[in-house]
Antibody, heavy 118, light 107 residues
Framework: EVQLQQSGPEVGRPGSSVKISCKAS????????MNWVKQSPGQGLEWIGWIDPEYGSTDYAEKFKKKATLTADTSSNTAYIQLSSLTSEDTATYFCARSGITGWFAYWGQGTLVTVSS | DIQMTQSPSFLSASVGDRVTINCKAS??????LDWYQQKHGEAPKLLIYNTNNLQTGIPSRFSGSGSGTDYTLTISSLQPEDVATYFC?????????FGGGTKLELK
């Protein structure tokens, strides 16, 4: 059974960084890319980017190129997103989601709430 | 970026009703359009991929259609458990972009 287990809620101060994890199980981690999606409170969904764990290659939406850094550790089958220079606009739930390089998001993590607060 | 305009934003319907939700792309997306259901406090769930392919385990009352720039999700007979927000997603070109969502409630 494919599962994506994300780390728990984070609170970050303005200007700081947070790092969220997404541990994959039930499939070969390097066979699929891992996407990250942002959902602001009461808002819709925004695609942040993906990482190909096999090669470490990444693709980011323009809006998130200076905000997010995607990494992956194949030894632990875990993908990460680091959000830097936090502002109130980064307060949101962040989801990881598995897909092909192009294609649908068949599996999602449960989401991680990031709250930016001083 | 391809803009996805989803309508309606809010929908109220009765159990047993036929419900349709629409997504219009700002350019041809060649049927690379998926539909997701998100219940309150949960992650989105894939319902339909590439316009009309039902994801494994999804009830057959859900169906998708469309081509070019216009796509539709249909629920043939609304059930109480279908109360949720529905999103479309285009993966024809990067960046992937979502529709704004349709919140479906029971009348």
């Amino acid at each position: 059974e494919v599962q994506l287990q994300q780390s728990g809620p984070e609170v970050g101060r303005p200007g700081s960084s947070v790092k969220i994890s997404c541990k994959a199980s039930g499939y070969t981690f390097t066979d699929y890319v891992m996407n990250w999606v942002k959902q602001s409170p009461g808002q819709g969904l925004e695609w942040i980017g993906w990482i190909d764990p096999e090669y470490g290659s990444t693709d980011y939406a323009e809006k998130f190129k200076k905000k997010a850094t995607l990494t992956a550790d194949t030894s632990s089958n875990t993908a990460y997103i680091q959000l830097s220079s936090l502002t109130s606009e980064d307060t949101a739930t962040y989801f990881c989601a598995r897909s092909g390089i192009t294609g649908w998001f068949a599996y999602w993590g449960q989401g991680t709430l990031v709250t930016v607060s001083s | 970026d391809i803009q996805m305009t989803q309508s309606p934003s809010f929908l109220s319907a009765s159990v047993g009703d036929r419900v349709t939700i629409n997504c219009k792309a700002s350019q041809n997306i060649n049927k690379y359009l998926d539909w997701y259901q998100q219940k309150h406090g949960e992650a989105p769930k894939l319902l339909i991929y590439n316009t009309n392919n039902l994801q494994t385990g999804i009830p057959s009352r859900f169906s998708g259609s469309g081509s070019g720039t216009d796509y539709t999700l249909t629920i043939s007979s609304l059930q109480p458990e279908d109360v949720a927000t529905y999103f479309c997603l285009q993966h024809s070109s990067r960046p992937r972009t979502f529709g704004g969502g349709t919140k479906l409630e029971l009348k």
